[in-house]
């Protein structure tokens, strides 16, 4: 197990070109922790990924593993397994040699590879499969295979996932994903893992960096990230339906959005100093939407569509010329066209700058 720092690391593919893959960050990620780097395609997760195995060199900073500078050494000297998002497996060989072989490789001797095998196989329900030939095997089992062979050392500072679940067929991954939370906890090895899923990574991971275009735009738990968005990308990406965002002008305390004033949160109002244009957001869960008029201030809106979901519905209203997502009771299920006040509770209210959260 391992903790590992990155400090001021940033990374360009092309030393001509001044676009970088990963802009300049500094992230600390403790021993035993279970992390998820979150966000969409090409936003330099991966690349991270990389340069914290060894795979990549960063053009600029330096990686630390347990207060040991490793940004010049190779993979096999950083003590990390890594798992890919296809499987990379000897498919002529059984699953047990797939297994044993990162510790046959390090000469370790006959019986602690068999205990050592057969503890791994029994901890992710291989244990019958030991005897079969990898090929030919579905691709949940390959993949339990993968991260198989980066738990067998018992020596293994982290294992770093790159989007392992993404080739399973759907209605396996919640098995893997239960899998891999049971594995955590069991064997308290530092974990990060690499998804463009928010339910993978709010599922697994007790931290998650979401990143978008290079940059790291919050660090948290799932809770912080989904109550508090420090960026209004954080509140589109996380949720669904994600945060409702509009554009407001403020002034003297108070919002207005559309024509029609939005209280703002009692704390900020007091304190505020900004004027003009910014955005308030809020979840599709906190907003309150009734057909009576409310006794504290609320927006008028028009209800435009309505979807049952089950356990809630979610219902679009039109606030001016924006639509809000409102999360209802199943029993609330006002008519399209009707008139309603919209609410914006104080404490789940946030105000948002150039995309940024103000304090």
């Given at each position: 197990?391992?903790?590992?720092?990155?400090?001021?690391?940033?990374?360009?593919?092309?030393?001509?070109?001044?676009?970088?893959?990963?802009?300049?960050?500094?992230?600390?990620?403790?021993?035993?922790g279970a992390y998820a780097l979150l966000g969409p395609s090409g936003c330099g997760k991966s690349t991270l990924l990389g340069i914290i195995s060894g795979l990549l060199r960063p053009t600029e900073g330096s990686v630390w593993?347990?207060?040991?500078?490793?940004?010049?050494?190779?993979?096999?000297?950083?003590?990390?397994?890594?798992?890919?998002?296809?499987?990379?497996l000897y498919d002529t060989m059984t699953v047990f040699d797939n297994l044993a072989f990162p510790l046959r490789n390090r000469r370790v001797k006959p019986a602690e590879v068999r205990s050592r095998v057969e503890q791994i196989a029994a901890l992710?329900?291989?244990?019958?499969?030991?005897?079969?030939?990898?090929?030919?095997?579905?691709?949940?089992?390959?993949?339990?295979?993968?991260?198989?062979?980066?738990?067998?050392?018992?020596?293994?500072?982290?294992?770093?996932?790159?989007?392992?679940?993404?080739?399973?067929?759907?209605?396996l991954r919640w098995q893997l994903r239960r899998k891999l939370m049971e594995i955590h906890a069991e064997l308290k090895v530092t974990l990060i893992y690499v998804t463009h899923d928010q339910l993978e990574a709010l599922t697994l991971a007790d931290q998650v960096v979401v990143m978008r275009e290079g940059y790291v735009l919050q660090q948290g738990t799932p809770a912080e990230l989904f109550e508090r968005p420090e960026h209004t990308f954080v509140g589109h990406f996380i949720g669904s339906p994600g945060m409702n965002v509009l554009p407001c002008t403020i002034a003297n305390g108070t919002a207005r959005i559309a024509g029609q004033t939005v209280s703002l949160p009692r704390q900020l109002a007091d304190s505020i100093k900004l004027q003009g244009e910014c955005e308030i957001g809020i979840r599709p869960e906190f907003l309150r939407l009734t057909e009576e008029p409310p006794k504290t201030a609320a927006a008028r809106v028009i209800v435009k569509r309505l979807a049952e979901l089950g356990g809630f519905n979610v219902a679009s209203v039109e606030l001016g010329e924006h639509t809000v997502h409102v999360k209802t009771r199943p029993e609330q299920q006002p008519a399209l066209g009707t008139e309603c006040w919209l609410e914006f509770p104080d404490e789940q209210t946030h105000v948002y700058q150039g995309g940024r959260l103000i304090e």
């Open positions: 197990m391992a903790r590992i720092e990155l400090r001021r690391v940033a990374h360009r593919y092309n030393a001509t070109d001044s676009t970088y893959a990963v802009q300049p960050l500094d992230l600390i990620w403790d021993d035993g593993i347990d207060d040991r500078d490793v940004t010049t050494l190779a993979p096999r000297e950083r003590n990390v397994a890594q798992v890919f998002q296809f499987p990379v992710l329900d291989l244990s019958s499969e030991l005897s079969r030939t990898a090929s030919g095997l579905p691709g949940d089992l390959k993949q339990r295979i993968a991260l198989g062979r980066g738990l067998v050392r018992k020596d293994v500072a982290a294992i770093l996932l790159d989007e392992p679940l993404t080739v399973i067929d759907p209605h």
